[in-house]
């Protein structure tokens, strides 16, 4: 049954926070990206995770539904074969298999936290049978290589709204090392809990110094903000692997 004919949200209006079933596992969005290809085409791109697994879902809506699977991989690459105005690489090597050219885009993407559009370059390879993928991208310099294959959309069921909270919570562990996997059945402890315990912390050490003393502590205050970050040398968001504004991605060989 498809997305029209149920109740489920459509894959391509999915948010942070939502679930989905895909090869026996459930995943779930973490961040969302939005794509320009020139030409009028655009996509959607979902980061998602399934435990310590991470992938990305991207969704076409172009007459017909249009679905990429995709991971980040690790391929030794030249900046010199990967640029605007020189000749593509005829073909690329992966896991015993050989992937050809198909065309480059000179295209944009943005967070969907973000106004802010980034300029970035593309090249596809596809496999003989052209099911699987693999895509080079070029942020300012920084090369990103993702591969993956088409999905059929009966593939991904169980698509259900969720909570984004438990994702911001997900990515502050992780940053800060308190955990490594979000688990519905672990009660972490909430991160204004932490803040208050060091505030009181830091005030028992002033009061055990006393007025007289010649100690001064500014706390500060602080925020959690969605900026663009340089990774790696280059002057772009990133979700892991390169210099990318999310590591890793494919275009649909339009």
Same mark, same amino acid.
């Given at each position: 049954?498809?997305?029209?004919?149920?109740?489920?949200?459509?894959?391509?209006?999915?948010?942070?926070?939502?679930?989905?079933?895909?090869?026996?596992?459930?995943?779930?969005?973490?961040?969302?990206?939005?794509?320009?290809?020139?030409?009028?085409?655009?996509?959607?791109?979902?980061?998602?995770?399934?435990?310590?697994?991470?992938?990305?879902?991207?969704?076409?809506?172009?007459?017909?539904?249009?679905?990429?699977?995709?991971?980040?991989?690790?391929?030794?690459?030249?900046?010199?074969?990967?640029?605007?105005?020189?000749?593509?690489?005829?073909?690329?090597?992966?896991?015993?298999?050989?992937?050809?050219?198909?065309?480059?885009?000179?295209?944009?993407?943005?967070?969907?936290?973000?106004?802010?559009?980034?300029?970035?370059?593309?090249?596809?390879?596809?496999?003989?049978?052209?099911?699987?993928?693999?895509? %080079?991208?070029?942020?300012?310099?920084?090369?990103?290589? +993702?591969?993956?294959?088409?999905?059929?959309?009966?593939?991904?069921?169980?698509?259900?709204?969720?909570?984004?909270?438990?994702?911001?919570?997900?990515?502050?562990?992780?940053?800060?090392?308190?955990?490594?996997?979000?688990?519905?059945?672990?009660?972490?402890?909430?991160?204004?809990?932490?803040?208050?315990?060091?505030?009181?912390?830091?005030?028992? %050490?002033?009061?055990?110094?006393? +007025?007289?003393?010649?100690?001064?502590?500014?706390?500060?205050?602080?925020?959690?903000?969605?900026?663009?970050?340089? %990774?790696?040398?280059?002057?772009?968001?990133?979700?892991?692997?390169?210099?990318?504004?999310?590591?890793?991605?494919?275009?649909?060989?339009?």
């Amino acid at each position: 049954m498809s997305n029209e004919d149920s109740l489920e949200p459509k894959l391509t209006e999915l948010k942070v926070g939502y679930t989905l079933d895909y090869n026996l596992k459930t995943w779930i969005v973490e961040e969302v990206y939005h794509y320009r290809w020139g030409n009028n085409f655009s996509s959607i791109e979902y980061k998602i995770y399934s435990g310590d697994e991470q992938a990305y879902l991207e969704v076409e809506d172009d007459d017909e539904l249009k679905i990429l699977f995709s991971k980040d991989i690790d391929l030794p690459l030249s900046r010199f074969d990967f640029l605007p105005d020189s000749d593509p690489k005829p073909e690329l090597q992966y896991n015993g298999k050989t992937y050809f050219f198909h065309e480059m885009f000179d295209a944009q993407a943005r967070n969907d936290e973000d106004d802010y559009w980034e300029s970035f370059y593309l090249w596809d390879y596809f496999d003989e049978e052209e099911k699987e993928f693999i895509s %080079i991208e070029n942020w300012d310099g920084d090369l990103e290589a +993702c591969h993956g294959h088409k999905v059929d959309e009966l593939e991904i069921s169980s698509v259900t709204p969720g909570d984004p909270n438990r994702v911001r919570e997900r990515k502050l562990n992780k940053k800060y090392g308190y955990d490594t996997t979000y688990d519905e059945s672990q009660k972490t402890i909430p991160v204004k809990i932490i803040f208050t315990m060091i505030l009181i912390i830091v005030l028992i %050490i002033i009061m055990s110094r006393g +007025c007289g003393g010649g100690t001064y502590i500014h706390t500060g205050t602080g925020r959690y903000i969605h900026h663009v970050t340089p %990774i790696g040398g280059g002057g772009s968001w990133s979700g892991g692997g390169g210099g990318g504004f999310r590591g890793g991605g494919g275009g649909f060989g339009k």
